[in-house]
């Protein structure tokens, strides 16, 4: 079995800086890719950014210049730095972990969220 944690988010003025973290635990066979989600009350869950095994990075054109994903693979954690944050990126945030969990193939698993709010 798979567990997926978030820490972090909160509270934040606009152009203030946060960092999301999250934490793969359990049964993990191998690893593929890493991504963050946001999802504003009512609308479709986004993608915001991606880490794949090799190391490379996507950005969701917006965010590129203002987010970083990163992971330590040692740890099983991925971060997810954002600065010059906006009132717009106000949103629950969600690391969905791609993984093989001992089943011989990739599933996603989702943490449960962790809200960001930006406001002053």
């Known amino acids: 079995q798979v567990h997926v944690v978030e820490s972090g988010g909160g509270l934040v003025q606009p152009g203030g800086s946060l960092i999301l973290s999250c934490e793969a635990s359990g049964t993990i066979v191998r690893r593929n890719a890493v991504a963050w989600y946001r999802q504003v009350h009512g609308m479709r869950r986004a993608v915001v950014a991606s880490?794949?095994?090799?190391?490379?990075?996507f950005y969701e054109d917006s965010m590129e210049s203002r987010f970083t994903i990163s992971r330590d693979c040692a740890e099983n954690k991925t971060f997810l730095q954002m600065n010059s944050l906006k009132p717009e990126d106000t949103a629950v945030y969600y690391c969905g972990e791609e993984l093989d969990g001992g089943v011989g193939y990739w599933q996603i698993f989702w943490g449960q969220g962790r809200r960001v709010t930006v406001s002053s």
């Open positions: 880490i794949v095994s090799s190391g490379q990075t």
